[in-house]
Nanobody, 122 residues
Framework: QVRLVESGGGVVQAGGSLRLACAAS????????MGWDRQPPGRQRELVAF???????NYAGSVKGRFTITRDNAENTVYLQMNSLKPEDTAVYFC????????????????WGQGTQVTVSS
């Protein structure tokens, strides 16, 4: 079992900032990619950003230039710095962690957090 603890969500005015964090833990895991999806109210879940174990990042076009994703490999934690927030950023944000277990067969896993609410007011 891979456990994810998300934090940093809240309510902020348009133009403000929030910083999300997701800490992963588990026995004998090797984490590769970490990232965030979001689900606006009444809409489908969508990719926000991810970062690989090598530091390569990818962002949705709607957040490019405003959001920054980073990770602390020693702490198995991924962060999402969200600046210049807009009302359309309002959503439940879900952490995603991908990797493999340190076993002979190296089985892969993909774990999702429970979600943290981000609300941006006009």
């Amino acid at each position: 079992q891979v456990r994810l603890v998300e934090s940093g969500g809240g309510v902020v005015q348009a133009g403000g900032s929030l910083r999300l964090a997701c800490a992963a833990s588990g026995d004998n895991i090797n984490i590769e990619a970490m990232g965030w999806d979001r689900q606006p109210p009444g809409r489908q879940r969508e990719l926000v950003a991810f970062i690989t174990d090598g530091g390569t990042t990818n962002y949705a076009g709607s957040v490019k230039g405003r959001f920054t994703i980073t990770r602390d490999n020693a702490e198995n934690t991924v962060y999402l710095q969200m600046n210049s927030l807009k009302p359309e950023d309002t959503a439940v944000y879900f952490c995603n962690v991908n990797g493999w277990r340190v076993e002979l067969s190296r089985p892969r896993f993909s774990s999702w957090g429970q979600g943290t609410q981000v609300t941006v007011s006009s």
